[in-house]
């Protein structure tokens, strides 16, 4: 892991493409602003976990389940055409 000490309005590169600026420091607290493309995803890393926890649980849904779905909407669907 790079360690870096870096004041306010000061910024880090990571590659050609991603800045990293620091806009403030309070009470404990630092904010920091990242620049990056929009290809490029940027999460606060406990959003990432739930992401990943969430990702985790759509995957273990059952074949059953996924019948009863598509039946559901097969239902939703011929309602709505008469």
């Given at each position: 892991?790079?360690?870096?000490?870096?004041?306010?309005?000061?910024e880090?590169?990571?590659?050609?493409?991603?800045?990293?600026?620091?806009?403030?420091?309070?009470?404990?607290q630092?904010?920091?602003?990242?620049d990056?493309?929009?290809?490029?995803?940027?999460?606060?890393?406990?959003?990432?976990?739930?992401?990943?926890?969430?990702?985790?649980?759509?995957?273990?849904?059952?074949?059953?389940?996924?019948?009863?779905?598509?039946?559901?909407?097969?239902?939703?669907?011929?309602?709505?055409?008469?």
């Open positions: 892991m790079l360690i870096l000490s870096r004041k306010i309005e000061e880090i590169k990571i590659g050609d493409s991603i800045t990293i600026k620091i806009l403030g420091i309070h009470e404990g630092v904010r920091i602003g990242i990056a493309p929009k290809d490029i995803k940027v999460y606060r890393s406990e959003i990432y976990q739930q992401i990943q926890n969430e990702n985790i649980d759509a995957a273990k849904v059952t074949k059953s389940e996924v019948a009863s779905a598509v039946q559901m909407l097969r239902q939703k669907k011929n309602n709505k055409e008469k």
